[in-house]
């Protein structure tokens, strides 16, 4: 299932859309052939609310209390990081049903520079009481958020990559877990925690057989009952993430392991906390410099085990 991840997610959600009356579309003045028919076909249901990501919200807000099912597309830095004072007020305080789609987390929007990079979503979302966040890896993971999104009530923060990837979520992947395996060991000398594109980076490294990946794709409401199975049968504990290192799943997962007197070797493999002022029409090139493309996470793997 090869398919551009925002699309795969907006398409289920438009299928709901048909059955459900409730549910609600805003859109920040951003983009997708799927919002077309959106328009056209829910014209008193979707909403082009322009570049006003912080008038969104609100408006999100008011829909959802008079019983509204609520989903506001954007780029992903600008609905976090611009909007964290109408989320935490608009839409914390009362837990409203609101599900916020950012689209390009990371280095998603490569193109345009650090005011589009969104490198701490992740810590600023983990930060809001109420709030579930999930990022997705490919299409296959995008849609059953997506279903787990228009069925579940509650406040949901979902990360989208641009673009199209290669299918690596198990076909059998359920949103209640929290994570999946999507490469596996009998014995695992090293278990690597990763969520998201850069799982693809992973997976390209070829790593060897005893390294076992798992992508925590719930990333606040972890599931730590199942995150301990996997630290217990373990020799060393790796995170990879395209996101800075506070407020991270390292930091989370390091803090577990403290808490709970798991002392293995662990490394966290992140963003350097700085503004990246480079720019590529390609990711790798971004990914090589900032050292999480697939040969400096080898490198780094094999560095660890000696």
Same mark, same amino acid.
């Given at each position: 299932?090869n398919k551009d991840i925002r699309d795969s997610f907006l398409?289920?959600?438009?299928?709901?859309?048909?059955?459900?009356?409730?549910?609600?579309?805003?859109?920040?003045?951003?983009?997708?052939?799927?919002?077309?028919?959106?328009?056209?076909?829910?014209?008193?249901?979707?909403?082009?609310?322009?570049?006003?990501?912080?008038?969104?919200?609100?408006?999100?807000?008011?829909?959802?209390?008079?019983?509204k099912k609520v989903f506001i597309l954007g780029i992903s830095?600008?609905?976090?990081?611009?909007?964290?004072?109408?989320?935490?007020?608009?839409? $914390?305080?009362?837990?409203?049903?609101?599900?916020?789609?950012?689209?390009?987390?990371?280095?998603?929007?490569?193109?345009?520079?650090?005011?589009?990079?969104?490198?701490?979503?992740?810590?600023?979302?983990?930060?809001?009481?109420?709030?579930?966040?999930?990022?997705?890896?490919?299409?296959?993971?995008?849609?059953?958020?997506?279903?787990?999104?228009?069925?579940?009530?509650?406040?949901?923060?979902?990360?989208l990559e641009k673009g199209t990837y290669n299918s690596i979520?198990?076909?059998?992947?359920?949103?209640?877990?929290?994570?999946?395996?999507?490469?596996?060991?009998?014995?695992?000398?090293?278990?690597?925690?990763?969520?998201?594109?850069?799982?693809?980076?992973?997976?390209?490294?070829?790593?060897?057989?005893?390294?076992?990946?798992?992508?925590?794709?719930?990333?606040?409401?972890?599931?730590?009952?199942?995150?301990?199975?996997?630290?217990?049968? $373990?020799?060393?504990?790796?995170?990879?993430?395209?996101?800075?290192?506070?407020?991270?799943?390292?930091?989370?997962?390091?803090?577990?392991?403290?808490?709970?007197?798991?002392?293995?070797?662990?490394?966290?493999?992140?963003?350097?906390?700085?503004?990246?002022?480079?720019? $590529?029409?390609?990711?790798?090139?971004?990914?090589?410099?900032?050292?999480?493309?697939?040969?400096?996470?080898?490198?780094?793997?094999?560095?660890?085990?000696?």
């Amino acid at each position: 299932m090869n398919k551009d991840i925002r699309d795969s997610f907006l398409d289920v959600v438009y299928d709901y859309m048909k059955l459900d009356s409730h549910i609600v579309f805003i859109t920040c003045d951003t983009g997708a052939f799927i919002l077309n028919k959106m328009f056209n076909e829910f014209p008193d249901r979707v909403i082009n609310i322009g570049i006003a990501e912080q008038n969104a919200i609100s408006v999100a807000a008011g829909l959802s209390l008079f019983g509204k099912k609520v989903f506001i597309l954007g780029i992903s830095n600008f609905l976090v990081t611009r909007c964290l004072d109408q989320i935490n007020i608009d839409l $914390s305080i009362s837990n409203l049903d609101v599900n916020i789609i950012g689209i390009g987390p990371g280095f998603g929007n490569n193109t345009d520079g650090p005011t589009y990079h969104c490198l701490n979503d992740v810590a600023i979302m983990s930060s809001i009481p109420n709030m579930q966040i999930f990022s997705m890896c490919d299409a296959i993971s995008a849609n059953e958020s997506a279903k787990f999104a228009c069925t579940m009530v509650g406040l949901k923060y979902f990360r989208l990559e641009k673009g199209t990837y290669n299918s690596i979520s198990t076909k059998d992947i359920k949103m209640s877990t929290g994570m999946q395996v999507i490469k596996n060991a009998i014995n695992p000398d090293t278990t690597v925690f990763s969520y998201g594109s850069i799982l693809h980076n992973i997976i390209e490294a070829d790593l060897d057989n005893n390294v076992r990946i798992v992508d925590v794709f719930r990333l606040c409401g972890i599931n730590y009952d199942l995150l301990k199975e996997y630290i217990l049968d $373990s020799k060393r504990i790796v995170v990879i993430e395209e996101h800075f290192e506070s407020g991270g799943l390292g930091e989370k997962i390091g803090s577990f392991m403290c808490k709970n007197g798991l002392c293995l070797p662990f490394k966290i493999l992140s963003v350097t906390k700085a503004h990246l002022h480079e720019y $590529s029409p390609t990711k790798s090139w971004i990914y090589k410099f900032c050292g999480l493309n697939s040969i400096a996470i080898k490198y780094e793997l094999i560095n660890f085990k000696e």
